[in-house]
């Protein structure tokens, strides 16, 4: 059997040897980072994302993307590992442009490595020889082109952990900000202070995974719950529009009490956060998992609307969860948004506010309305024309 040593100095069969190539591919594929600090040992400690490594010469961090190269940190850059042109609804943001669509794109690589991943072939492509991705060189400006040919208000960055290639996708975001787009991060919430004061001002819409309330959960997944639970409160107090989303997967962390744990930290934060409860389907190394039923799914709903929150959605299921797929006015109850899946059936809002009590729903509804913001600050106009 042939063993090599990969830039992380771990040993590697032969079975790696395609996951070696694409590192060495994307090894290439980089650019000097600016996330990070050198040390008086001469290590490089990154602050992309909330791992915080300590990285020796010639090693990786945790990510396996950014390395230290004769004490410079070198991250990602130019390529995209997927792009694709989604509605708006599938990243989810269900208070951002509904209807519209989001041009997306991702690179490789994750700080987390969670066993039920939805995007894992892009994701863990540097850390599991099943999943096969390839990397497209791409500049700022062609992305920015291709959301404004297709009509996309919003630009995000997604598919994998877009904290770990900051530079990249501030780089992306800001062409694309001068051209009136939105940014957009889908995230795992592994933050750190530094990395969001950083991309705060090209991203707009923040959308983190809260994937339980337990430490120890969490830590089976790489990471650790009070970062991620730090991330969403500064999140909201630096002024982000932000969504959370929760995936129920049975036996994991679908308890009544965990769920409701949840439910009571973000009511406490604001009861305007939107909290999408999904349901699992059975995928990449927990194929043996049950999917969530329809009736966790909605009863969940009702724990989350239970403890103050005012927008609680329940997805991957369309059709099949009557009320929950909608937005309605807390006052009035009156339906705001019909939807089903991804899919926009009917828009009644006027002007961000309720057609039928005038009470403003919050949120990025269109390029010339007050957006109150979820913190109830100073509101902010969104001018741009996207
Ligand atoms: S992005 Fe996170 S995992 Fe990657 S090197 Fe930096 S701190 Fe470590």
């Known amino acids: 059997m042939i063993r090599r040593t990969d830039r992380a100095g771990e040993s590697v069969t032969d079975d790696k040897s395609a996951m070696l190539s694409l590192q060495k591919v994307l090894g290439e594929m980089t650019e000097a980072a600016e996330l990070y600090d050198t040390l008086d040992d001469g290590r490089l400690l990154c602050y992309a994302c909330g791992h915080e490594c300590k990285i020796a010469q010639d090693k990786t961090g945790v990510c396996r993307v950014r390395f230290n190269t004769d004490g410079k940190l070198m991250a990602p850059s130019g390529y995209v590992g997927a792009l694709a042109c989604d509605p708006i609804e599938k990243k989810p943001f269900y208070h951002a442009f509904p209807g519209r669509d989001a041009l997306s794109f991702g690179m490789l690589g994750c700080d987390l490595h969670c066993g039920y991943c939805q995007?894992?072939?892009?994701?863990?492509?540097l850390r599991d020889p099943a999943a096969v991705s390839s990397a497209q060189p791409i500049t700022p400006r062609q992305l920015a082109d291709l959301a404004l040919r297709h009509n996309a208000p919003v630009?995000?960055?997604?598919?994998n952990e877009p904290l770990i290639t900051s530079e990249w996708a501030v780089k992306v975001l800001k062409t694309a900000q001068a051209d009136g787009l939105i940014g957009a991060y889908i995230s795992n919430g592994n933050a750190t202070e530094c990395v969001l004061d950083y991309i705060r001002p090209y991203v707009q819409l923040y959308k983190v995974d809260l994937k339980s309330f337990s430490d120890r959960e969490y830590r089976a997944l790489g990471g650790q719950l009070p970062n991620v639970l730090r991330t969403i409160k500064q999140l909201h107090e630096k002024g982000f529009w932000l969504e959370i989303v929760t995936l129920i997967v049975p036996g994991l962390n679908d308890s009544d009490a965990e769920l409701e744990q949840m439910a009571a930290f973000l009511a406490d934060i604001s009861p305007d956060i939107p909290w999408h409860?999904?349901?699992?389907?059975?995928?990449y190394?927990?194929?043996d998992t049950d999917h969530t039923s329809v009736d966790r799914l909605t009863s969940a709903c009702e724990i989350g609307s239970a403890a103050g929150l005012r927008y609680v959605y329940a997805g991957n299921r369309p059709g099949m969860t009557g009320h929950w797929e909608h937005t309605r006015c807390p006052n009035c109850n009156k339906t705001l948004i019909e939807?089903?899946?991804f899919v926009v059936t009917d828009n009644h809002?006027?002007?961000?506010h309720c057609p039928g009590c005038n009470t403003p729903i919050p949120g990025f509804w269109s390029s010339d309305?007050?957006?109150p913001q979820q913190n109830m600050g100073t509101?902010?106009?969104l001018t741009r024309q996207p």
């Open 379 to 381: 509101p902010m106009w």
């Open 349 to 352: 809002l006027n002007k961000g």
């Open 285 to 287: 190394k927990m194929a």
């Open 369 to 371: 309305c007050v957006i």
């Open 339 to 341: 939807r089903r899946g």
């Open 277 to 283: 409860l999904t349901a699992f389907h059975s995928d």
């Open 155 to 159: 630009i995000a960055t997604t598919y």
């Open 119 to 125: 995007n894992w072939v892009t994701s863990q492509a």
